[in-house]
């Protein structure tokens, strides 16, 4: 202990430390080994870095040299946005962090306010921009069961169609963008080179590469184009071969090992403290996926498994993601082979304009047509709270309606707001260096978070 | 899946909570509030939605805030995750969570005034100007 | 190569201003949905390193532009200011998207109507969010803009 004493009086403490080998902290230094223990009596640490100020007084059990705040963010390239979080140093050794949100908050509750359900998913597309699909549809579904109406089932298939292959772009670009975080920059031009296969079908259907605005209350905007099944083959044919070659550069590649396992532990009981759901849980040894256990849309119909790891570090949440995409890819294909020939949205006339050539015959049907847009349909009053499994976790969304044609409250639970929360628990005690790697694996979206 | 509705007190709410915790809803997944504003008394309403994943099922809760003290127990000690959401609840609609470890704003910037999502704050939008449009003085 | 037969004479003005196109670094300050179509234009399939672009530069006093895209949020105007301010002359700024560059569809209390109320814009990028040839094209539009304007900013 003398001797540790002396190193740490040493200026050169941290250069000495590191060629003893690794980052022994709680040997060498007596408060944080205080703090640890004092943090193992609770099970779960209630860290929301709110004692980290900028006129921070210091304890009495670390010397003024040794902490400082640094402040990361909120223009970063490695927040994943507008993200800043102020984190709280020893050394190199993260102690606290607080994240501090609300860079990009746009105020898309009040305009969902002022929007009719038919104007709706043009608003909250754009919540969720890496998975805008998932938004839209939540949307739906939740304006859909206040309706008590029932869409037909190939507007049912469709929708599972689209945000399937939303899930694999999704977790496409986390992959890419995780991995330039760590330094794999390969990664990030392989994972945007997927996603444009992705993106191009989005356009040819929905007119649009992102904020789509395609799944609507009702059914989906447009049918699929004619000779779609020839765009989802090649996606089946291509994205799986370039998964082997991830997996060849990195599964076994040392460095990416050494750097993500082990580094970021989340457990169930962690994330079950937190409300956090999605690939976090799954990689945490939980099998929890909404897709199975509360089926929306009909995907109870198509055979898919719900990967699960067991070693909740950062390595294995990066793993399930690439896991998790073959699994979309069988729900394509299987949503590809049986997809029912009908209609693509409900024909209800209270909800669905009629037809374009309709218009040019009938004053009737213009008329129609002229109050559906300008007015919106009027939806009977009451709650509903309906969620759907987006890449990120849970996506729920809670419309109150008061009989109008707009909704009286419109909330949205985006998962990233519940999963950032898990920062400070992920990032503490561990080196700065791995602080990125945590921020990349939870792979938080700020508009989702901010909305 | 079962989704249940009720109503709670605010005098019996964070035993309710803390019963349906020991009851095994292990996650709290959503808190937000409605402004009844001239439509119903009392005007605020916070809802807490709760899932449990061992018996999956949710259970929304409803719990209407008295208007001569917008004030409600913080729930933060059973459910940590409550922290950023009460947070939102408190910055958008002006309700004080008590024993919340740390109750400022989240989204909107620490020196602003008023609670966006109250009915009575409009909505902040700017006319649209248009070329040659008329002058307004 | 360099023979002295090979010799060719401009004047100093237009030397400079195409020097100041062909290595034109961006900071990094994507906020919003236009930031990933932004990183798309500059990853393998439409590759910004073209026009000499690809370092994106997290340090502002290394960047010639700015590209605002995204929703400029109430709290985030005196950043992206301070970010501006930080940067070095000469300095250039787009306006990606409906929402920087007017505020889109959200016209509410919580975004700024348009980044122009903050900095001076010089392209505007329409679409919502812009696809990376639109982004293109606008960068495109500014190397045009460099070539014949005034050489002293």
């Given at each position: 202990?003398?001797?540790?004493?002396?190193?740490?009086?040493d200026?050169?403490?941290?250069?000495?430390?590191s060629?003893?080998?690794?980052?022994?902290?709680?040997?060498?230094?007596?408060?944080?080994?205080?703090?640890?223990?004092?943090?193992?009596?609770?099970?779960?640490?209630i860290?929301?870095?709110?004692?980290?100020?900028?006129?921070?007084?210091?304890?009495?059990?670390?010397?003024?040299?040794?902490?400082m705040?640094?402040?990361?963010g909120?223009?970063?390239?490695?927040?994943?946005?507008?993200?800043?979080?102020?984190?709280?140093?020893?050394?190199?050794?993260?102690?606290?962090?607080?994240?501090?949100?609300?860079?990009?908050?746009?105020?898309?509750?009040k305009?969902?306010?002022?929007?009719?359900?038919?104007?709706g998913?043009?608003?909250?597309?754009?919540?969720?921009?890496l998975?805008?699909?998932f938004?839209?549809?939540?949307?739906?579904?939740?304006?859909?069961?206040?309706?008590?109406?029932?869409?037909?089932?190939?507007?049912?298939?469709?929708?599972?169609?689209?945000?399937?292959?939303?899930?694999?772009?999704?977790?496409?670009v986390?992959?890419?963008?995780?991995?330039?975080?760590?330094?794999?920059?390969?990664?990030?031009?392989?994972?945007?080179?997927?996603?444009?296969?992705?993106?191009?079908?989005?356009?040819?259907?929905?007119?649009?590469?992102?904020?789509?605005?395609?799944?609507?209350?009702?059914?989906?905007?447009?049918?699929?184009?004619?000779?779609?099944?020839?765009?989802?083959?090649e996606?089946?044919?291509?994205?799986?071969?370039?998964?082997?070659?991830?997996?060849?550069?990195?599964?076994?590649?040392?460095?990416?090992?050494?750097?993500?396992?082990?580094?970021?532990?989340?457990?169930?009981?962690?994330?079950?403290?937190?409300?956090?759901?999605?690939?976090?849980?799954?990689?945490?040894?939980?099998?929890?996926?909404?897709?199975?256990?509360?089926?929306?849309?009909?995907?109870?119909?198509y055979?898919?498994?719900?990967?699960?790891?067991t070693?909740?570090?950062?390595?294995?949440?990066?793993?399930?993601?690439?896991?998790?995409?073959?699994?979309?890819?069988?729900?394509?294909?299987?949503?590809?082979?049986?997809?029912?020939?009908?209609?693509?949205?409900?024909?209800?006339?209270?909800?669905?304009?009629?037809?374009?050539?309709?218009?040019?015959?009938?004053?009737?049907?213009?008329?129609?047509?002229?109050?559906?847009?300008?007015?919106?349909?009027?939806?009977?009053?009451?709650?509903?709270?309906?969620?759907?499994?987006?890449?990120?976790?849970?996506?729920?969304?809670?419309?109150?309606?008061?009989?109008?044609?707009?909704p009286?409250?419109?909330h949205?639970r985006?998962p990233?707001?519940?999963?950032?929360?898990?920062?400070?628990?992920?990032?503490?005690?561990?080196?700065?260096?791995?602080?990125?790697?945590?921020?990349?694996?939870?792979?938080?979206?700020?508009?989702?978070?901010?909305? | 899946?079962?989704l249940?509705?009720?109503?709670?007190?605010?005098d019996q709410?964070?035993?309710?909570?803390?019963?349906?915790?020991?009851?095994?809803?292990?996650?709290?997944?959503?808190?937000?509030?409605?402004?009844?504003?001239?439509?119903?008394?009392?005007?605020?309403?916070?809802?807490?939605?709760?899932?449990?994943?061992?018996?999956?099922?949710?259970?929304?809760?409803n719990?209407?805030?008295?208007?001569?003290?917008?004030?409600?127990?913080?729930?933060?000690?059973?459910?940590?995750?409550?922290?950023?959401?009460?947070?939102?609840v408190?910055?958008?609609?002006?309700?004080?969570?008590?024993?919340?470890?740390?109750?400022?704003?989240?989204?909107?910037?620490?020196?602003w005034?008023?609670?966006?999502?109250?009915?009575?704050?409009?909505?902040?939008?700017?006319?649209v100007?248009?070329?040659?449009?008329?002058?307004?003085d | 190569?360099?023979?002295?037969?090979?010799?060719?004479?401009?004047?100093?003005?237009?030397?400079?201003?195409?020097?100041?196109?062909?290595?034109?670094?961006?900071?990094?300050?994507?906020?919003?949905?236009?930031?990933i179509?932004?990183?798309?234009?500059?990853?393998?399939?439409?590759?910004?390193?073209?026009?000499?672009?690809?370092?994106?530069?997290?340090s502002?006093?290394?960047?010639?532009?700015?590209?605002?895209?995204?929703?400029?949020?109430?709290?985030?105007?005196?950043?992206?200011?301070?970010?501006?301010?930080?940067?070095?002359?000469?300095?250039?700024?787009?306006?990606?998207?409906a929402?920087?560059?007017?505020?889109g569809?959200?016209?509410?209390?919580?975004?700024?109507?348009?980044?122009?109320?903050?900095?001076?814009?010089?392209?505007?990028?329409?679409?919502?969010?812009?696809?990376?040839?639109?982004?293109?094209?606008?960068?495109?539009?500014?190397h045009?803009?460099?070539?014949?304007?005034?050489?002293?900013?």
């Amino acid at each position: 202990m003398n001797e540790d004493n002396n190193i740490k009086d040493d200026l050169d403490f941290w250069a000495t430390n590191s060629e003893e080998g690794g980052w022994n902290i709680s040997s060498t230094d007596e408060g944080s080994q205080k703090m640890l223990e004092e943090e193992d009596e609770k099970q779960i640490k209630i860290q929301t870095g709110s004692d980290v100020v900028d006129d921070y007084v210091y304890s009495e059990e670390t010397t003024d040299d040794e902490r400082m705040i640094v402040n990361m963010g909120p223009q970063h390239p490695s927040t994943h946005g507008v993200l800043r979080l102020q984190v709280e140093l020893e050394g190199e050794v993260v102690r606290r962090v607080k994240p501090v949100i609300g860079y990009l908050h746009t105020g898309m509750e009040k305009t969902g306010e002022e929007l009719a359900y038919f104007q709706g998913p043009t608003n909250t597309t754009r919540m969720d921009y890496l998975s805008p699909l998932f938004n839209e549809l939540v949307f739906s579904l939740t304006t859909e069961k206040l309706l008590d109406i029932e869409v037909p089932e190939r507007a049912k298939a469709i929708r599972i169609l689209m945000t399937e292959l939303n899930r694999i772009s999704s977790h496409l670009v986390a992959l890419a963008t995780g991995g330039m975080d760590i330094g794999a920059l390969s990664m990030m031009i392989f994972g945007f080179r997927e996603r444009e296969l992705i993106l191009n079908f989005f356009e040819k259907t929905s007119g649009l590469r992102m904020n789509h605005n395609y799944i609507r209350p009702g059914g989906v905007a447009a049918d699929l184009p004619d000779n779609w099944q020839k765009d989802i083959k090649e996606i089946l044919k291509i994205i799986p071969e370039k998964l082997k070659d991830y997996d060849e550069m990195l599964l076994d590649n040392p460095i990416w090992q050494g750097r993500l396992k082990n580094v970021g532990i989340l457990t169930t009981e962690e994330c079950f403290a937190y409300g956090i759901t999605g690939p976090s849980l799954r990689a945490s040894g939980f099998s929890w996926d909404l897709r199975k256990t509360q089926p929306y849309s009909g995907i109870e119909n198509y055979e898919f498994e719900v990967p699960l790891l067991t070693d909740s570090d950062v390595f294995s949440r990066w793993r399930i993601k690439v896991l998790e995409i073959f699994e979309s890819l069988k729900i394509v294909e299987q949503v590809m082979d049986t997809i029912p020939k009908g209609a693509y949205r409900i024909q209800d006339k209270k909800v669905t304009p009629p037809p374009r050539q309709r218009l040019d015959e009938s004053m009737e049907a213009l008329i129609h047509h002229f109050k559906i847009y300008t007015e919106g349909f009027k939806v009977p009053p009451g709650k509903a709270y309906v969620a759907v499994e987006s890449p990120r976790g849970e996506l729920g969304c809670y419309i109150v309606s008061d009989g109008s044609s707009k909704p009286y409250r419109m909330h949205v639970r985006g998962p990233s707001f519940c999963n950032l929360q898990a920062l400070p628990v992920i990032m503490a005690d561990s080196p700065i260096a791995d602080a990125v790697a945590a921020i990349a694996s939870l792979d938080p979206v700020i508009g989702d978070v901010d909305r | 899946m079962s989704l249940d509705e009720i109503n709670v007190e605010i005098d019996q709410y964070f035993k309710t909570v803390e019963d349906y915790k020991k009851d095994g809803y292990e996650m709290m997944i959503d808190l937000t509030a409605v402004d009844w504003y001239r439509k119903k008394e009392p005007r605020f309403e916070v809802i807490v939605n709760l899932l449990s994943v061992s018996k999956n099922s949710r259970l929304i809760m409803n719990v209407p805030v008295p208007d001569e003290d917008l004030t409600i127990p913080s729930i933060c000690e059973i459910y940590p995750g409550a922290n950023f959401y009460e947070r939102e609840v408190f910055d958008m609609f002006g309700i004080k969570f008590e024993n919340h470890p740390e109750l400022t704003r989240i989204l909107m910037p620490d020196d602003w005034t008023g609670n966006p999502l109250r009915k009575d704050y409009g909505s902040g939008r700017i006319p649209v100007q248009f070329k040659n449009a008329p002058k307004v003085d | 190569m360099f023979s002295p037969d090979n010799i060719f004479t401009t004047t100093i003005d237009k030397a400079v201003r195409w020097s100041r196109t062909q290595s034109m670094w961006p900071v990094t300050f994507g906020l919003a949905c236009c930031a990933i179509e932004m990183m798309a234009a500059g990853s393998a399939k439409y590759d910004l390193a073209r026009y000499g672009m690809e370092v994106f530069r997290a340090s502002p006093r290394q960047a010639d532009l700015m590209i605002v895209a995204g929703r400029v949020s109430q709290k985030m105007a005196p950043v992206l200011r301070q970010v501006y301010d930080q940067m070095a002359e000469p300095k250039w700024v787009i306006a990606m998207g409906a929402c920087s560059s007017t505020g889109g569809m959200f016209n509410n209390y919580a975004l700024v109507q348009g980044v122009d109320h903050i900095v001076p814009v010089d392209i505007y990028v329409p679409g919502c969010p812009p696809g990376p040839q639109s982004l293109m094209h606008g960068i495109l539009t500014l190397h045009d803009k460099i070539m014949e304007g005034e050489i002293n900013r």
